[in-house]
């Protein structure tokens, strides 16, 4: 079955930078786009950014357009989301998305504080 495990999360201060990751398993992965999407306390879940199934093409939210960067290793059926210059705002849980399966991992706990 479907299976997307991330990690990555943790503490981190303001201005800091973290990579989080996205193990898949299950399915064709270099088949199929992939997201990545975020929940903060007392908020709905949206949407972060979205890369194509060979990762040429890819896509961001405003609120984190030129700070994160989303990329694909289809050799190792992974996905990361690069974040930089991170902000208080962006605590949340970090989901991974299979689109095509409606399928999302357990998520990764975000962190920004002093």
């Known amino acids: 079955q479907v299976q997307l495990v991330e990690s990555g999360g943790g503490l981190v201060q303001p201005g800091g930078s973290l990579r989080l990751s996205c193990a898949a398993s299950?399915?064709?992965?270099?088949?199929?786009?992939m997201s990545w999407y975020r929940q903060a306390p007392g908020k709905e879940r949206e949407w972060v950014a979205t890369?194509?199934?060979?990762?040429?093409?890819?896509s961001s939210s405003d609120s984190v357009k030129g700070r994160c960067t989303i990329s694909r290793d289809n050799a190792k059926n992974t996905v990361y989301l690069q974040m930089n210059s991170l902000k208080p705002e962006d605590t949340a849980v970090y989901y991974c998305?299979?689109?095509?399966?409606?399928?999302w991992g357990q998520g990764t706990q975000v962190t920004v504080s002093s």
């Open positions: 890369i194509s199934s060979a990762g040429g093409s890819t």
């Open positions: 299950g399915f064709t992965f270099s088949t199929y786009l």
């Open positions: 998305n299979a689109p095509r399966f409606n399928a």
